[in-house]
C-alpha cells in the first residue's frame, strides 16, 4: 500500500468515526431520538389519565343534571348543608379538646 492510500484510508476512517458520532450524539441524533420515545410516553400516559378523568367528570355532571339524590348528597357533603326541618346537635367541647390535647 502506497503513502497516498495509506493516508486517504486513514481519512476516511476517521470519517467514517465521525459521522457515527454525529449519528449517536449530534442534534436529532440517536439520543434525541430515545429521549423524544420516553418523552412520547409520558406525554401518552398523561393524555389516558386525563381522558379518563374528563369521562369521570362527564359522568358527574349528567348526574348533577339528573339525579336529585345525588345533588343532594353533593351539596350536603360539600357545602355541608342542612335541610329546614332538620335539628343540629353539638356536642360541648371539654377544655382538653378544645386545647387539641385528645
Known amino acids: ?31 434525541d431520538y430515545l429521549s423524544l420515545k420516553t418523552q412520547k410516553h409520558k406525554v401518552l400516559m398523561e393524555n389516558e389519565a386525563l381522558v379518563k378523568k374528563n369521562i369521570s367528570l362527564y359522568h358527574k355532571v349528567a348526574r348533577l343534571k339528573n339525579d336529585p339524590r345525588y345533588m343532594e348528597f353533593v351539596i350536603r357533603k360539600d357545602l355541608k348543608a342542612v335541610a329546614k326541618d332538620e335539628i343540629i346537635f353539638k356536642k360541648k367541647q371539654t377544655g382538653k379538646e378544645k386545647s387539641g390535647l385528645e
Do not use: D, Y
Request: no cysteine; charged share 15%.
Open 1 to 31: 500500500m502506497t503513502n497516498k492510500q495509506k493516508i486517504f484510508l486513514s481519512l476516511a476512517v476517521v470519517a467514517l468515526i465521525n459521522f457515527l458520532l454525529l449519528i449517536l450524539f449530534g442534534e436529532k441524533g440517536f439520543t
